[in-house]
Nanobody, 125 residues
Framework: QVQLVESGGGLVQAGGSLRLSCTASTRTFGSFTMGWFRQAPGKEREFVGA????????YYADSVKGRFTISRDNARNTVYLQMNSLKAEDTAVYSC??????????????????WGQGTQVTVSS
């Protein structure tokens, strides 16, 4: 069983930045594709971005391209989501997810085997 713990959420003004972290409790972190998803109130959970075990990609949703950056530090078992130029519509609970499957369709929630609890990001306009 892999546990994922997110941190770094909070309240920020529009145009500001936040960096989320997700740390995994596994010795094989380097083998996982890591994804970030978000769920806004009253909406379905949606894909934000992902980075494969090989570092291929990263891949991003169109809504965050050019503003968000995913990176990973395998030595620290951690994946990061740097969020810049935040908008009110970025307000959501952000969750990280981990997958040992072949990295095909990384935007699909069904690709992922483990999920974190999520961290709230609120962007005030």
């Amino acid at each position: 069983q892999v546990q994922l713990v997110e941190s770094g959420g909070g309240l920020v003004q529009a145009g500001g930045s936040l960096r989320l972290s997700c740390t995994a409790s596994t010795r094989t972190f380097g083998s996982f594709t890591m994804g970030w998803f978000r769920q806004a109130p009253g909406k379905e959970r949606e894909f934000v971005g992902a980075i494969t075990w090989s570092g291929a990609g990263p891949y991003y949703a169109d809504s965050v391209k050019g503003r968000f950056t995913i990176s990973r530090d395998n030595a620290r078992n951690t994946v990061y989501l740097q969020m810049n130029s935040l908008k009110a519509e970025d307000t959501a609970v952000y969750s990280c997810a981990a997958s040992l499957r072949r990295p095909v369709g990384v935007a699909s929630q069904s690709q992922y085997d483990y999920w974190g609890q999520g961290t709230q990001v609120t962007v005030s306009s």
